[in-house]
C-alpha cells in the first residue's frame, strides 16, 4: 500500500514549550478526583519516583506462542536500573505487594489475583560485596546477598499459595561474579506442576522508545528521536504462565475468553496498613498525558473509577492541539471509537460479553490465535494478536500510537514513528521470553539505537516483529499516548499489509 506522510512545519520548534504544557492537560482531566488508571509509568509521578522499587513501569499480556492454551503475564518494576549500581545491587522491595489483576467479567473489579511478596537474605554481612566470588548457580554460597518470593493466587475463595519460597535472578553484578547469567535465568525460571512456570528476577527493560521528548519535544526542533533512550537499563521482572482456564470466567476460556489486566503495588506505611501507590494498565498514560496534580492521586485510584472520564474520551482536546500545531485535520467529536479502546474493549477484538463497566485495562482476548509472524504494529497492522489487544514485547505501542492519532485509521495512511521498531537486545523465543539484564561489567550500557548492550544476549526472538522499519524522525511521544484515547476503534475490522 502506497504510504504518505504529514510532515510538521518548522514552526513547531517555536511552540515546543508551550506544546508540552498542552500535552499535559490535553486530554481534560483537571478538576477531577482519582479516576483512570496509570500506565507505562518510568517515574511518571512525583511520589512514585523518589520510591522506585514500587514504580510499576510496564505491563504485557499475551497468548503464549509456544504454549497456546496458557496465557502469559509479565509486569516490570524499578526503571533505570544502572547495571554497574552496586555495591547495593537492585532488588524487589520486601515491604510491598506487587500485584497482577484479572478482571473476567467486566465490572472492573479484579476475580483473579496473582501477588509477589520477597524477603532478603545474606550468607554474611560482614562484607560490603554482594557477591563474593564467581557465582555458578543459585544457591551458590558466593551469592553472598539474594532475594526469595512467595507467589498467591487469590480470588473469591479465597487465597491459595502457588510458590512458597523460591529464589530470585539476582542482579547481573558482571562476568567475574557471575560468568554464566543465563544459567542463573534458568534456575530462577520454576515450573510448578505441568502448566505453571513462573520467574522473578533481573531482566533487560524490554520497552523499547526515544524518552527524549522531555528534551522541548525532541530537542525543540524534534532533531532528537532514534535512540532506544532505555537501552541499557534493566528492571525487576516477574513473569507468570498459567492454563487459561485460571483467568477466564468460571474457568472457561472458550466461552469467556475476554479478560482485563492491570497491576498495582501495595507499600506498607507506618501504621501497618497497606496503601496502593502504583497502578499500570495501557502502556504511557500517567507517564506524560496526565497533569502533575492528578497523577499521584491516579496511582492510588480504582478502575471502577474509570467511568468519570467518559465525556474527556468522547471529546478530548489532544487532536484540536495537534491540528492547530501540525495542520492534521482532528476527526470529528463525540469520539465514540475512542471509548471501546479506552474503556470497554473494541467489538469483535477483545470486548468481553454483556455488560461492561467502563474502566482502563489492557485488555486481551485469548482466543485470538496466535500468528506465525507477529507485526510490531500490532492490530493496525493486520496481526489481531497485537496491540491493543493485550500486548506482545515486541509489540511498537509508540509508533501504533503516532500512526493512529494522526489518520492511520481515519483515510490518513502514515509511517510515522519515534525511530526506534525494536528492543535494543532480542527476546527469547520461551518463557520468560525477557531478555538477559545487561551486565555491570560492560563499559558501554547504553549504546545508540540498534546496538546490543549485552555479549549475552538470549536467542533470536520468537516475538521481534518481522516487518522493518519505515520511521519518519517525526514523532514526539505526547501525540502516540492518545493511541489509548485516540482512534482504534475499528481497528478489528480493519487490516493493512505491510
Not at 37 to 43: V, Y
Not at 202 to 214: I, K, N, S, Y
Not at 270 to 290: C, F, T, Y
Request: aromatic fraction near 8%; hydrophobic fraction near 35%; charged fraction near 20%.
Amino acid at each position: 500500500m502506497q504510504m504518505t506522510r504529514s510532515r510538521p512545519t518548522k514552526r513547531q520548534g517555536a511552540i515546543a514549550l508551550a506544546c508540552t504544557g498542552g500535552l499535559l492537560t490535553a486530554v481534560g482531566f483537571a478538576g477531577l478526583g482519582p479516576i483512570t488508571a496509570t500506565a507505562s509509568s518510568h517515574r511518571e509521578a512525583p511520589l512514585i519516583s523518589g520510591t522506585p522499587q514500587y514504580d510499576g513501569t510496564d505491563l504485557y499480556a499475551f497468548r503464549s506462542p509456544e504454549k497456546k492454551n496458557s496465557v502469559t503475564l509479565i509486569a516490570n518494576w524499578l526503571p533505570f536500573e544502572e547495571p554497574a549500581g552496586g555495591p547495593n545491587f537492585y532488588s524487589f522491595a520486601t515491604d510491598a505487594q506487587y500485584d497482577i489483576h484479572v478482571d473476567n467479567n467486566a465490572d472492573a473489579k479484579p476475580d483473579v489475583t496473582f501477588r509477589w511478596t520477597f524477603k532478603d537474605h545474606y550468607v554474611t554481612k560482614d562484607t560490603f560485596l554482594a557477591a563474593t566470588g564467581p557465582v555458578t548457580s543459585l544457591k551458590d554460597k558466593d551469592l553472598n546477598y539474594y532475594q526469595t518470593y512467595k507467589l498467591q493466587r487469590i480470588g473469591k475463595k479465597g487465597k491459595k499459595t502457588i510458590i512458597k519460597k523460591r529464589r530470585v535472578a539476582p542482579s547481573n553484578i558482571g562476568s567475574a561474579s557471575m560468568p554464566a547469567y543465563s544459567k542463573l535465568r534458568s534456575q530462577a525460571t520454576t515450573r510448578v506442576g505441568k502448566n505453571v512456570k513462573s520467574f522473578a528476577g533481573q531482566a533487560e527493560d524490554p520497552f523499547f522508545l526515544d524518552l527524549r521528548v522531555f528534551d522541548l519535544l525532541y530537542g525543540g526542533d524534534l532533531s532528537e528521536s532514534g535512540d532506544d533512550t532505555l537501552a541499557g537499563f534493566n528492571v525487576q521482572s516477574v513473569a507468570l504462565q498459567v492454563p487459561q482456564k485460571w483467568v477466564a470466567k468460571n474457568q472457561n476460556a472458550k466461552k469467556n475468553p475476554v479478560i482485563g489486566t492491570w497491576t498495582t503495588t501495595q507499600k506498607k506505611s507506618a501504621n501497618g496498613k497497606w496503601v496502593q501507590v502504583s497502578r499500570l494498565g495501557n502502556p504511557l498514560v500517567n507517564e506524560v498525558v496526565i497533569p502533575l496534580k492528578l497523577k499521584d492521586a491516579f496511582n492510588g485510584s480504582k478502575p471502577t473509577q474509570d467511568g468519570a472520564a467518559l465525556k474527556y474520551v468522547t471529546n478530548p482536546e489532544l487532536p484540536k492541539l495537534i491540528e492547530a500545531v501540525y495542520g492534521i485535520d482532528a476527526p470529528k467529536t463525540p469520539r465514540n471509537d475512542l471509548v471501546s479502546v479506552f474503556l470497554t474493549g473494541v467489538e469483535g477484538l477483545n470486548k468481553a460479553k454483556g455488560k461492561v463497566t467502563p474502566s482502563e485495562q489492557l485488555r486481551l482476548n485469548m482466543s485470538t490465535p496466535v500468528t506465525a509472524e507477529p507485526n510490531r504494529l500490532g492490530v493496525i497492522g493486520g496481526d489481531n494478536q497485537g496491540f491493543p489487544n493485550g500486548r506482545r514485547l515486541a509489540d511498537d505501542v509508540i509508533d501504533i500510537a503516532l500512526q493512529v492519532v494522526e489518520g492511520e485509521l481515519v483515510g490518513s495512511p502514515n509511517d510515522l514513528g519515534d525511530g526506534v521498531d525494536i528492543n535494543d537486545n532480542p527476546f527469547d523465543k520461551t518463557f520468560p521470553y525477557l531478555a538477559l539484564p545487561v551486565s555491570g561489567s560492560n563499559a558501554d550500557p547504553h549504546p545508540s539505537a540498534g546496538g546490543s548492550a549485552n555479549k549475552e544476549s538470549s536467542s533470536e526472538g520468537l516475538l521481534q516483529s518481522v516487518v522493518p522499519g519505515r520511521q519518519s524522525a517525526i514523532a514526539f511521544i505526547g501525540v502516540g499516548l492518545l493511541a489509548l484515547v485516540g482512534g482504534i476503534g475499528g481497528a478489528a475490522r480493519r487490516t493493512r499489509k505491510d
